[in-house]
């Protein structure tokens, strides 16, 4: 190998993402098992050794960011033991649907919501199963719209595998879905909210519902358009591959590439597990 050609290989380490201050948002992602949260934490200890304020994320539903830090995370960002300027947050994404079904149903009833396995449940569960991943959505726009008014310089979100991820990409698309099944079945949705309006009061009730609901996943929706224009400006925002020297993780490594480019994510950096000299 000639030295010119040496000169055009890259340094072989993520100091490109430590020295690129503009960096607000760094996720990392690949196939489940190939390290990707060992990778977050790393990188986020060595952000946070240059950076004023860390926050990590995890998104993947089986967690393992407690387990990494021995220490028990939750919904709220918590400080790392050891550091004073790196905090962590384990996102559970059906926990948060629960949660914005109840403060909806307590806000159109006054606080006494009904059991929320019937009204707005019942009309979740409907939308829910005739859209999938429009819950996965509602529950990433709620997070993005806490973490936009944090004072965080760089947040690193531990993502789940690559299925999971990919669907975070396609979530604008799924919010006008929502919004267009919802247009598309509204006589039947009215019929609902019509036998739903005894339980809270009247029709005025059962309108105030309707309402609620097309405002949310339109206040969703723009929650969600916002964030994926960030998430396609190269200069604040990245994406770290991980995976393994193994067949099936080389080959969901590049379907995960194309994806990204085709979704106008930046990705420069594949980290490749598992290897020793």
Known sequence: MSKDESDEIPDPSLMNILATESYKWVFVGGKGGVGKTTTSCCL????????PKVLIVSTDPAHNLSDAFCQKFGREPTLVNGFDNLFCMEIDANADVEKMKREMESQIDGGDAPDSSGGLGDLMATLTSSIPGIDEAMSFAELMKQVQTMDYDTIVFDTAPTGHTLRLLSF??????????????????????????SMFGGADAGAGMEDMMLGKLEETREIINKVNTMFQDPSVTTFVCVCIPEFLSIYETERLVQELTKFGIDTHNIVINQVSE
């Open 44 to 51: 986020s200890i060595q952000l946070a050794l240059r950076r």
């Open 172 to 197: 604008p698309t799924i919010m006008e879905n929502a919004l267009g099944k919802i247009m598309e079945l509204k006589s039947k949705f009215g019929g609902m909210f019509g036998q739903m309006a």
